[in-house]
Nanobody, 126 residues
């Protein structure tokens, strides 16, 4: 069983930055694609970014390209999301997720991920 714990959310003004972290349990973290998703009130959960098991491949939603950067440290079982130039429309609960299929470059949809964190709130004020 994998457990994911996010941290780093908070309240920030538009144009500011936040760095989210997601710590994973288990000793095979380096085998799995990791993703970040977000959900705003009244909206469906949407893909934000993903990173392959080695960190070689990354993918971003068009809405965050050039502003957000996903990275991982396999020695620390942790994935990060650096968010710069934040906008009010980035507000939501951010979740990290893990696809338990080893060495698979996962499609950017929630149904392809098997384990989820509890989420961390990000609020961007205008």
């Amino acid at each position: 069983q994998v457990q994911l714990v996010e941290s780093g959310g908070g309240l920030v003004q538009a144009g500011g930055s936040l760095r989210l972290s997601c710590a994973a349990s288990g000793d095979t973290f380096s085998s799995y694609t990791m993703g970040w998703f977000r959900q705003a009130p009244g909206k469906e959960r949407e893909f934000v970014a993903a990173i392959s098991w080695s960190g070689r491949n990354t993918r971003y939603a068009d809405s965050v390209k050039g502003r957000f950067t996903i990275s991982r440290d396999n020695a620390k079982n942790t994935v990060y999301l650096q968010m710069n130039s934040l906008k009010p429309e980035d507000t939501g609960v951010y979740y990290c997720a893990l696809d338990r299929a080893r060495f698979r470059w996962t499609m950017p949809v929630p149904s392809e991920y098997d384990y989820w964190g509890q989420g961390t709130q990000v609020t961007v004020s205008s």
